[in-house]
């Protein structure tokens, strides 16, 4: 019995001495090791940390690596956290400073970089797991698409060869990759929330192209799965559907628009109160479709209706020029100047006033400017003729 306790005894010292050589974090200056009840997500997130350099050793390489950490903190649960268990708060600390210190690297290598460039990497900066968990799918989904259309517009190669660039581009593949994980999970809802065939409209075509594009977000192993390709099948034929609707409806506009031209007579025929019906033709030719304006038959209406509106522009002319025609003619059936007498000046006077009337635009024409002068020679002859003049 006094043995046991003896051996007792040195084994607690032993304890002792190892529990004060080694520090609570995970870690000791000794290799040894004090276990912390860690979950399994607090222990991803210490592992991943541990596995990177230390600050003074980071480069650009390592920013997703350190970007993996950073989300893999926020799949740690709140008990680890708020617990303060030694070694996620240490994990916590030099992911700081990891990141304090990959933020200082790439200031100056921004600095080099196109606007288009620049531009990409600060839209991938601002995305994470966190910022995308708290969006809707779709919301989500439409945020990753329109990221990589900025890296479209990036045309430089020395540009898309940029270390910050490359690793903008992988982690927007590290984020469609959990990005379809949620939403193969959601996928079936969506599509089974969509109409029907049956009853599918144009107007929820908007609807269906949003769907798809959560569809190309996804990977290939997600796209695979047996219930995905059925909803995919179901969305593609929605989207057929949709086309033979559109097809429908631009045939029905092509219709409206010969059936109007053809109600008018032809050009010979037609009078200046078929302008506004002509116009209204026009107004529907000019919604038709790009493509449907090259159809042959739509062609020829429409130089139908080029051909109505010269004919009916020269009908306005002809009645805009009335009055001075009707001036012309009846100066020219005036007496001349040898058989005016004095009896014709109330005539003569009546023309004058008809005179009067015309616009400006008519009496500057050449026609109307030598009537005028004939109108006048003859006044003047009256004159002479009320002054006692020759007969």
């Given at each position: 019995m006094h043995k046991f306790k003896k051996l007792f005894g040195v084994v607690i010292i032993i304890l002792?001495?190892?529990?004060?050589?080694?520090?609570?974090n995970g870690e000791s200056g000794c290799g040894c090791q004090i276990p912390e009840s860690l979950s399994k997500d607090a222990r991803a997130f210490v592992d991943k940390v541990n596995a990177l350099p230390e600050a003074g050793e980071i480069t650009l390489l390592d920013e997703n690596a350190v970007r993996a950490a950073e989300d893999a903190y926020y799949s740690v649960g709140r008990n680890d956290v708020e617990s303060a268990k030694s070694s996620v708060i240490a994990a916590r600390e030099k992911l700081n400073e990891l990141e304090s210190r990959i933020a200082a690297l790439k200031e100056p290598a921004m600095a080099e970089l196109s606007a288009e460039a620049r531009a990409f990497v600060e839209a991938v900066d601002k995305l994470s797991v966190r910022s995308l968990q708290v969006m809707e799918i779709k919301q989500a989904a439409q945020t990753i698409l329109a990221v990589e259309t900025l890296y479209d517009a990036i045309d430089l190669t020395a540009d898309k060869d940029a270390v910050v660039v490359k690793n903008a581009l992988e982690r927007i593949g590290t984020l469609k990759i959990r990005l379809s994980s949620w939403i193969s999970g959601v996928f079936l809802d969506i599509v089974a929330q969509l109409p029907s065939l049956a009853v599918i409209r144009i107007e929820d075509e908007p609807k269906v192209l949003e769907v798809i594009a959560l569809y190309t977000i996804m990977t290939s192993e997600d796209k695979n799965g047996a219930h995905i390709q059925i909803a995919w099948a179901t969305l593609n034929a929605l989207k057929e559907r949709i086309e033979e609707l559109k097809m429908q409806l631009r045939q029905e506009a092509v219709d409206d628009f010969?059936?109007?031209?053809?109600?008018?007579?032809?050009?010979?025929?037609?009078?200046?109160?078929?302008?506004?019906?002509?116009?209204?033709a026009e107004k529907y030719y000019n919604a038709l479709n790009p493509e449907d304006k090259e159809r042959d038959e739509v062609k020829a209406a429409l130089a139908k209706i080029k051909a109505l509106k010269e004919r009916i522009e020269e009908l306005k002319i002809q009645l805009w020029l009335q009055p001075a025609r009707l001036f012309i003619a009846l100066v020219a059936g005036s007496p001349s100047i040898d058989d005016i007498t004095i009896e014709d000046e109330p005539r003569i006077l009546q023309v004058e006033g008809i005179y009067n009337m015309l616009i400006p635009e008519h009496k500057e024409l050449d026609e109307v400017e030598a009537a005028w002068a004939t109108l006048k020679a003859l006044k003047d002859r009256i004159e002479e003729l009320k002054s006692g003049g020759l007969d």
């Open positions: 002792s001495l190892a529990v004060g050589a080694c520090s609570f010969l059936a109007r031209v053809n109600a008018h007579p032809e050009p010979d025929a037609i009078t200046t109160a078929n302008e506004l019906s002509i116009l209204e």
